[in-house]
């Protein structure tokens, strides 16, 4: 809902069954660094994306962490390949780490979205806040940068997220990139049918909830 189909670069190239492919598994699969800061490393360069057909790259960081100096560092030097191919950059802005308590605070979603938008990004993903009021802060931080909201673990039902996706457009987000909320219902495709009526049809969870139950 509002960027299409993200995929990690791993599913296209790296186990494919080559000696490169086999070089940069063993890089992926050992990249924890065991100090349980949360790290970032990306297993695609933007040339390989826009070889692969990609139509946008992303990266994600983790603001809060003990890594996050070399995050920055890696989204700065991904964003310079992407303007050299004319490729989108779309940044899911995390705040995590032993600095962080709670991740939808409202003045954490808006530094996420501040630190996406000041490190270049085209697009950004980030955590909803729980309400309107507070997540339109954040994307009034990300300026002209269009925000979607992460979708995260399922809710309980199918209104409560429902409600959440109607928050999040109500606050002026272009729309959501979520996996388990919708792949994890009992009719996921009937139920993209319905978010999709609020995110592009601009409809009210009352309008449509009766198509879920």
Known sequence: MGIGYAIHAGFGIVVDG???????????????????????????TVEEAVSLGASAVGYTIYPGSGYEWKMFEELARIKREAVKFDLPLIVWSYPRGGKVTNE???????????????????????????????????????????????GGPKTKTEEEFLRQVEGVIEAGAIGIA????????????????????IVYGGKKVVEVLGEVK
């Not at 080559?18 to 065991?34: C, M, N, Q, S, W």
């Not at 996921?188 to 999709?196: D, G, H, I, M, N």
């Open 18 to 44: 080559t000696e490169l492919a086999e070089e940069k598994a063993l890089r992926v699969f050992t990249v924890d660094p065991g100090s349980g800061e949360l790290i970032s490393v990306a297993n695609c």
């Open 104 to 150: 939808t605070a409202p003045e954490i979603v808006a530094y996420a979205a501040r630190v996406a938008l000041e490190l270049g990004a085209d697009a950004m993903k980030i955590k909803y806040t729980g309400d309107p009021k507070t997540f339109s802060w954040a994307v009034k931080v990300a300026g002209k940068v269009p925000v979607l909201m992460s």
């Open 178 to 197: 979520v996996g388990r909320n919708v792949w994890q219902r009992r009719d996921a495709l009937k139920f993209t049918r319905v978010l999709s009526e």
